[in-house]
């Protein structure tokens, strides 16, 4: 479908610059919403990969149904950086910038100050808070506009919830896999609200205490339709029905673990974000708010089932009736056309190496061979240099142990580098020097993508970059984290009041994301963005989308 230009986009950009200006605390006269959307929702899927779409599309009835029929779909919608983790991805949609800007390289990474190991969201003063993010994102630059904005985040997960809501979120809540509650930080606040603590004390996952996870029921023409196979997992094969924590008389931490590793924990999370929605009346007051949701049961369920397997299924189709009951809520409470929602992933997924590879197609699983290979290339150069202790930690190198040993830690690292290549499993090798002297807007693809997630300070001094189809891992079943398009490749809905759904198959980043959302509202941006607004790619006039001129002219 061809996609015109929005009539609107010139008077939106002049509007959202008039309106970078704010007094540290709103005065009495500030404008309010009169008309326009009353609420910005994100919905993050982790490990939804792009090619789940066309596999259940005609399973879809519910939310991502009416996204598929109703909302602007982004067919090429890739990440444009190489190493697709959930931390990484969850801050590039938020923020608009790539890891080497955000300084979020991953879930974790080694501290060379410290010489440790530093989770993503760990911070000194809070246990978990967003100190380690540079930059700000779509909950920061609502807020600065409109301090009596409300903006919200919720997940299974605390790095996809803190990760989304930047700096100036009012909380961020996540699943507490111990208690089955959801929980929130110091950063945010000393003590959850009271209908927090309400809603905890209602312990609705101990509803299902006592039944196993069963899935919908599907005939063996629509297992074949999805894609579904069985992989030989041995003597010992998991099949359902699947029971939700171990043995035990009473829900307990192996219950809340066993709902976090099932398709219940997304459900648990919307009946949350209802209760939010209820409690701080987002939508519902004459400013705008934000709620953004992490929906994690896929990417758990996937690592340890496989994108193929009935489980999977069984999450996406369940996560389908979910969100569309919450929409429903949505437009029972606010009204849809007064919300403006985007929905995306943070990441794809590899298929099963054992089962690609039954078809004939590439795959590998990292085996005992390949670690002898690394092992013998690190000695390699142990012994080239005379090194001893010149290794941090993983591919973080030791430079000023090796400068004191007479080598230059440039010449180590590239002399490695070309060892590690001459390893089955590996397809190259970047150093750090090579991605020092790479610019962000490298023409070169797979060059660009390892310069994104290359953050100076915090990234290890050799980024191992894997063959396709190939798994590191083998505590997992299938896993993400490569720059190829099974993990880059997702899907980017834009619904809008007013904008016909369609589908763009012009190539667009997820980093286009927040800048997008951001100008549809008139929410001023930061000026160094990675990303870049897509409003031109929505097809529409004024007249299709009366409010946002309107909506933008308020904000002023």
Known sequence: MSRTRLAWRIPLLLLAALGCQKSP??????????????????????????????????????????????????ENANYDHALTATAAGHTAMASGLHPASSGIIGNEWYDRGLRSSLYSFEGREHLRSPQNLNGTGLADWLKELDPRSKAFTASAKDRSAIAMGGHAADAAYWFDKETGAFITGSYYTDRPPEWVEDFNRSRLTDRIFGDPWEPLPLTDEELDQLGIVEIDEGLFPRRFPHSIGNQSV????????????????????????EALVDAEQLGQREHLDFLALGLSA???VGHSFGPH???????????????????????????????????????????????????GLPGARMGAEDRVCFQRAGRAIAQRFFLEDWVMSGFYLDREMIEGAGADPEEVEAALARELEGCAIVERVWTRAELMNTRMDEPDRMRRLYRHSFHEERSPDLLVQKIPHAISSGSVLATHGSPYEYDTHVPLFFLVPGVPGGRVAEPVRIVDLAPTLAALVGIPTPERLDGRELTSLLEGTAQQAPFLPAYKEQRR
């Open 25 to 74: 605390e709103p005065p009495p006269s500030l404008p309010v919403v009169q008309s326009g959307p009353r609420l910005l929702l994100l919905v993050a899927v982790d490990q939804l990969a792009f090619e789940y779409l066309g596999r259940f599309d005609p399973f879809f009835e519910g939310g991502l149904r009416q996204l598929m029929d109703q909302g602007v779909l982004f």
């Open 250 to 273: 009473a829900p307990g931490g192996s219950f809340y673990q066993g709902i976090y590793a099932s398709p219940f924990v997304d459900t648990h999370l919307l009946e949350f974000a």
């Open 298 to 300: 896929l990417d758990s």
């Open 309 to 359: 397997s009935r489980e999977a299924a069984d999450v996406v189709l369940r996560l389908d009736r979910n969100l569309g009951r919450f929409l429903e809520f949505l437009d029972a409470r606010i009204g849809l056309e007064r919300v403006v929602i985007a929905l995306t992933a943070d990441h794809g997924v590899l298929p099963v190496p054992e089962y690609t590879s039954s078809l």
